[in-house]
């Protein structure tokens, strides 16, 4: 007996598989491609309508939106004038359009990611049982590679916008779905007690009670995916998705240092921004709630 070799299927026998898990899945993306394709083309209108939203208005004004609105979730001087002076740079060395168009693509990901994951984390934090299939996914979608996801959707939606975002949501919804699913899970029993003392419904306990508190960690989940999105943006851009990826991808191709870290520098800028936006926002609302509710 050969104990250096693994017993293994034949070259044959893994032939004939592949072919069949791909033959099988060409045959349905040309059977049902147009149909995915148009139930997501409302989607990507809404991505092109933002990015040229973002593209086409004047600066000072984005400029301004951006400020106000960092300053709206961070109460922070700082961070206010942080983000302007990260935009300027940006902008000062001819990466604003890139910015806004990956800026589009982290804006659209991440508000299907919430739409999608807290759902899915409010059933989760209600069912032991849920939990327990959808945890196993979650873990394959966090530990796939991130290439992987490339696949399939090329083969269904071809090069563009769609399938990059879809590739960046699958990779930046598990800690959306973990962090919703655990905030409810840690709300305190006796609150909910109480709750129930008063006569509530499983849904105005849901709405009144458990997202409330909940909140500060659903802020965290949101903060991941806005990270991991981000990080995910130079992947997607090898299917097509224009912004600063491209550009990264554009100087790794051409061996171009400086292009490559100007493009990787704003990117992280753009990560910065959001990340003290959002944290701040969370630690806000974690204050909130413990004056609240002690």
């Known amino acids: 007996m050969d104990w250096i070799e693994f017993p293994s299927l034949g070259r044959t026998d893994l032939l004939a598989i592949k072919k069949t898990i791909d033959g099988s899945f060409r045959g349905f993306t040309r059977t049902y491609g147009d149909y995915i394709d148009n139930f997501f083309n409302p989607l990507q209108d809404f991505l092109v309508f933002l990015e040229n939203l973002l593209i086409n208005s004047p600066w000072p004004i984005i400029l301004a939106v951006f400020a106000l609105a960092v300053y709206f979730l961070s109460r922070k001087i700082s961070v206010t004038v942080g983000t302007v002076l990260a935009l300027v740079f940006i902008g000062v060395f001819g990466l604003w359009e890139d910015t806004m168009r990956t800026v589009a693509m982290v804006t659209v990901c991440t508000l299907l990611a919430i739409v999608l994951g807290i759902p899915i984390g409010i059933v989760m934090a209600r069912s032991d049982r849920v939990q327990g299939f959808v945890n196993p996914i979650l873990d394959l979608m966090q530990t796939m590679p991130s290439f992987v996801y490339l696949i399939p959707v090329v083969m269904i939606f071809g090069i563009g916008k769609v399938p990059g975002l879809i590739a960046v949501v699958i990779y930046a919804i598990p800690p959306m779905i973990r962090l919703t699913n655990l905030g409810i899970r840690l709300v305190d029993t006796d609150v909910l007690e109480a709750a129930d003392a008063f006569g509530s ?94």
């Open 201 to 294: 419904s499983a849904r105005q306990k849901l709405m009144n009670v458990q997202l409330p508190l909940a909140l500060p960690t659903i802020m965290a989940g949101i903060n991941q995916c806005i990270m991991m999105s981000l990080s995910m943006v130079v992947v997607a851009s090898m299917i097509g998705v224009r912004g600063l990826g491209q550009e990264v991808l554009v100087a790794i191709n051409n061996q171009y240092l400086t292009a490559g870290m100007l493009s990787g520098l704003s990117i992280v800028a753009i990560a910065i921004i959001f990340d003290r936006a959002t944290q701040a926002f969370g630690k806000r609302l974690q204050k909130h709630s413990e004056v609240l509710h002690g």
